[in-house]
């Protein structure tokens, strides 16, 4: 498809607190889009709001609340008087054997990634509908690959990957575009997060070239501003994604078969497992919980 100008586009992006979400915000910003940053940290997303270039704002609010992102989607749309770009890359990841998951944990990465995401798209569509905007869902490598010990992070992309390819097909008549962001390991405050566990940083680095390896959040970005200005189907992070949805029918058998010696290599430590929400940004959505539950 033909590049679309970001200029005077109002773009939402969720998650904007940190990492993806906020150099894309940057990005997106720069290119001459207005930003509308949704999370849940708001005084981060109040000084990333005041670097971006041009006109933006900022709205607390957790992505699995369908009332609060109701009224954040009215808000932005009254705000700027129309939304045309919206990127749900809110997300959260835990680790280790699911056996031994913190179910409490498990289940928030599964609310947040999937049930964030689509009730965030659900907020957004009718904007998106009028404008005939673009909905890009941010997946990753792990919508492709079943990896062990990332059990609730890979079903909650394989997730969003397959609901991102359904609503696509009920809303293109209506000219609503929808992509789907496929990222390997990208250096992110997530990234490092799990990096800071023994066992898993081990395991990760004898996964096979190139997926062991840790790529900078500058050139993935770009490559999600360039899928957004051609409101692509598909925008891949890294340049080898792309050929990896050609064998994915054969990763479970492959992954099954590694993964069985990898996790009897290291079962003696798997106990050792930090089992709670990994990063800056998991530690937020926990604390936010706590203080729920707390009466604030």
């Known amino acids: 498809m033909s590049r679309v100008s970001l200029e005077g586009r109002v773009a939402v992006v969720t998650g904007a607190a940190r990492g993806v979400g906020e150099l894309l915000a940057r990005k997106l910003s720069a290119r001459g889009a207005r930003i509308a940053l949704v999370g849940l940290e708001e005084e981060a997303l109040k000084e990333v709001s005041g670097r971006l270039h041009g006109e933006s704002g900022h709205w607390y609010a957790d992505v699995t609340d369908h009332e609060a992102m109701a009224r954040v989607a009215e808000e932005v749309k009254e705000r700027f008087g129309k939304v045309d770009i919206v990127v749900a890359n809110a997300g959260v990841a835990n680790g280790g054997p699911f056996a031994d998951s913190d179910p409490v944990a498990w289940r928030r990465v599964i609310e947040v990634n999937l049930i964030g995401s689509a009730v965030t798209a659900r907020a957004f569509l009718p904007a998106l509908t009028e404008s005939r905007g673009y909905l890009l869902q941010i997946a990753s490598l792990a919508a492709i690959t079943p990896a062990p010990m990332m059990s609730a992070y890979c079903a909650s992309k394989s997730g969003v ?8 097909a009920e809303v293109a008549h209506q000219g609503v575009g ?3 962001g496929y990222l390997s390991w990208t250096d992110t405050d997530m990234v490092r997060g799990a990096d800071q566990d023994d066992v898993m940083r081990e395991l990760r680095a004898r996964l096979p070239w190139p997926s062991n390896k840790t790529y900078p959040l500058g050139p993935a970005v770009d490559r999600l501003v360039t899928g957004i200005e051609h409101r692509s189907a598909h925008v891949y992070a890294q340049w ?6 050609g064998i994915r029918g054969y990763l479970p058998g492959v992954i099954a078969t590694v993964g069985k010696r990898e996790v009897k290599r290291f079962e003696p430590r798997l106990r050792s497992v930090a089992k709670g929400l990994v990063g800056a940004g998991g530690a ?3 604390q936010e919980r706590r203080a729920a539950r707390h009466g604030g």
């Open 161 to 168: 990957e397959a609901y991102a390819h359904s609503l696509r």
């Open 178 to 180: 929808v992509g789907v």
């Open 240 to 245: 080898w994604l792309r050929g990896m949805q």
């Open 284 to 286: 937020a959505d926990e």
